[in-house]
DNA sequence: ATGCCTATTATTAATAGA
């Protein structure tokens, strides 16, 4: 089973760089970041035709994020993390899939710091480190992809002096993602290419992916018992240099063992805990 | 230190992104 992330930059104008990347990398299951667009916007039915069932949460102008499954309808288990009712900003969907619960996140850039947006981007981490620890708790199979906003390590920044001022590299965000992983997550990509240069993101600016000037912010995290199943990550980098390209590219993963079958009717309940949904969706 | 580029919203300029 595949599983990937993509911070699309909006879903409309980039539709078809989307549809193409579905059609040639082929995943199951797909995190998008950015989407742009409030609800009635998104494009639900040219993703119908390509083969995916959806859930989304979307917002006018900024943010939005989703969750496609191919052949399958994801079941929605939350959307928004707990902790702040009134957060109006969409930046988390989760869903079970194909007997796998996915948390498809869009952390806060967090610019300029310090400041009330990196104040808030401190809190959402606090709110998705108390999240992720009750999903570990939970003991069910979970992968957390998305953009994170952050380079974990030097190695993931292709100029770290320029970088340690800012919301994406500085000490503390750095720091929240070193003790989210903690908890006890793994990060698939850095487990199979621990050392590896890998990027996911080039700014539109400075002809940066022609200059390889990348950061790696899109990640996926593994809950423990999916480890000894990952069998393979890497970023499709080559989107990056399509027409119209977002200026993220996918990053992705494959699970042994975790077949994706076709859908089983199933019967229709009202509400969902995490585990009733996992086994309806196994 | 700042702009560079791109998308969205709303009217040709502002905001946000990272």
Not at 34 to 43: G, N, Q, S, T
Not at 97 to 110: A, F, S
Not at 210 to 220: F, K, Q, S, V, W
Request: net charge neutral; aromatic share 10%.
């Amino acid at each position: 089973m595949k599983i990937a992330t993509f911070n699309v930059n909006g879903i409309n104008g980039r539709l078809p760089v989307l549809l193409r990347w579905l059609a040639e990398a082929e995943p199951d299951i797909v995190c998008l970041q950015e989407l742009k667009a409030p609800d009635e916007r998104f494009p639900r039915g040219a993703l119908e035709e390509a083969g995916y069932g959806a859930v989304w949460h979307g917002q006018r102008a900024w943010n939005g994020v989703a969750i496609l499954a191919r052949g399958r309808a994801p079941i929605e288990t939350r959307r928004g993390l707990p902790g702040e009712e009134d957060d109006a900003q969409s930046r988390y969907i989760e869903a079970a899939v194909n007997g796998v619960l996915v948390g498809c996140l869009y952390l806060p850039n967090g610019n300029p710091a310090p400041g009330p947006k990196f104040d808030y981007k401190i809190r959402w981490f606090d709110r998705l480190k108390t999240h992720a620890a009750a999903l570990l708790k939970s003991g069910a199979p979970v992968v957390l992809a998305g953009d994170f906003n952050v380079m974990p390590t030097e190695l993931d920044v292709y100029k770290p002096e320029r970088w340690v001022d800012d919301a994406l590299f500085r000490p503390e965000i750095r720091a929240a993602f070193a003790e989210l992983v903690a908890e006890g997550w793994t990060d698939a990509l850095r487990q199979l290419h621990p050392g590896e240069v890998i990027y996911t993101f080039w700014d539109y600016f400075r002809n940066a992916y022609g200059r390889n000037a990348g950061l790696r912010l899109d990640h996926l995290l593994l809950s423990p018992d999916l480890v000894p199943k990952l069998a393979a990550a890497g970023v499709d980098r080559d989107v990056r240099g399509w027409e119209k390209a977002s200026d993220h590219a996918p990053a992705w993963i494959t699970l042994d063992d975790v077949k994706a079958s076709r859908q089983r009717p199933r019967q229709k309940r009202t509400s969902r805990t995490p585990s009733t949904a996992l086994s309806d969706a196994s």
